[in-house]
């Protein structure tokens, strides 16, 4: 039987794939959210044979494409009556702008706003399962501040790096805000710092990035060493009230920059996220 419902994103690969491997042996019924079905699985079956556990399912789910995002969250809707863990952990970055299919600059839609609306779609499932969610966010956030908000989309002054700091900002604030507006329903939320990990991250990154990654590279931890404040917090049984909205590091909780602690910011990045995907949220 089960120990705990968790659906996870981006667990193809890095940091996902060894959180869901490592939950999986710890009893998990998972749902793999997958842009890439193939890979899902042949995951599923990696996770199957490494944990004996065969509760395993994969649904498409492409977080730049809020279509396929609302449609996984009704699959989840019309299988589960509850999920107890919610990881929203695939991300990535642009070397230059792009828009999604929905006109929405890449970077802040596949980090941000698809789990907004994944999160936001997901909330009675979450409500019943008295839910943990998870925000995979960066040290990158400390490269932000809370006049980016002013230009989301990056439309003036592009930057890979400030558009990536920015999308990680917004994980730290939409698990505050979650913390703060759900401890009423049982729904408490976290956002964590995974380590500079050696993953697909890096993948297609040229110029003075990918210098950045030879320098960084002796520093650089492996996914699974990345995955284990994720694995902490969605593995624990009991988590204590007080750490409800936190930011995690090395699985305790860690200091962020004074603009991520900007109660404003954060509804302000709210307010626009509702704007933005209220045509999915019907």
């Given at each position: ?155 003036q002054d592009y930057s890979s790096w400030k558009a990536y700091g ?117």
């Open positions: 039987m089960p120990f705990r419902t968790t659906v996870i994103t981006g667990a193809t690969s890095g940091i996902g794939k060894e959180t869901a491997l490592a939950l999986a042996k710890k009893d998990h019924a998972l749902y793999l959210l997958v842009r890439n079905v193939a890979k899902g699985e042949e995951l599923k079956k990696e996770i199957i044979e490494q944990s004996g556990n065969r509760s395993v399912f994969v649904i498409h789910c492409d977080l730049a494409d809020m279509q396929t995002v609302k449609q996984a969250a009704d699959e989840l809707k019309g299988k589960l009556i509850a999920i107890n863990v919610l990881i929203n952990n695939a991300g990535g970055i642009n070397p230059s702008r792009h828009e999604s299919k929905d006109g929405i600059e890449l970077t802040f839609a596949m980090n941000h706003l698809g789990h907004f609306l994944l999160t936001m779609s997901l909330l009675p499932l979450l409500q019943k399962g008295q839910a943990r969610v998870i925000n995979v966010s960066s040290e990158a956030h400390k490269m932000a501040r809370p006049q980016l908000l002013n230009d989301v989309q990056f439309k920015l999308a990680k900002l917004s994980n730290i604030y939409f698990a505050k805000a979650l913390a703060e507006k759900y401890a009423q329903s049982g729904i408490t939320a976290y956002a964590l710092h995974p380590g500079v990990v050696k993953s697909d991250f890096w993948s297609g990154m040229g110029g003075l990035n990918a210098i950045l990654k030879i320098l960084a590279s002796p520093f650089m931890i492996t996914p699974r060493e990345g995955a284990q404040t994720s694995i902490y917090l969605a593995g624990q049984i009991k988590l204590s009230p007080k750490l409800n909205g936190q930011y995690f590091k090395k699985s305790q909780v860690a200091k962020t920059t004074l603009a991520a602690q900007n109660a404003s910011a954060r509804n302000k990045l709210w307010q626009i996220s509702e704007q933005l995907v209220a045509p999915f949220l019907t």
